[in-house]
């Protein structure tokens, strides 16, 4: 068993995901280039509210798959990335994570080392 509840993507340093986590910054904001702009190159993904969960709080399963629930729009923008030969990936523990994103239908590929 085992279920996807985050993970955290790192871009490398110079990569700025800033805009995409706050694509309208407050008004006086400092922006790239300025005194306090801080880049942004590590996502901390929760994907635990996509998933459906019994009355006791667990991942419901059926047909050996974790159920996820009608809308799930984050994990199904990065189900493209996880499974893209075209974006190398570095895994932490690629047999694990391979197998509890297979269980959330999710068929990885890009693995780089």
Known sequence: HGTVICFSVYAGPDVDLRHV???????G?????????????????DVW????????????????KVVLK?????????KRFFESDAANKVWHNYGFDRHVLGN????????AG
């Open 21 to 27: 986590v706050e694509p309208h910054p407050a008004p």
């Open 29 to 45: 904001a400092p922006r790239p280039g300025q005194p306090g702009y801080v880049a942004m190159s590590r996502l901390w993904v």
């Open 49 to 64: 509210g996509e998933v459906e969960r019994d009355g006791a709080g667990l991942p419901v399963w059926k047909d050996g």
């Open 70 to 78: 009608p809308h799930h729009p984050i994990l199904a923008a990065f």
């Open 104 to 111: 959330m239908g999710i068929e990885c590929a890009g693995f």
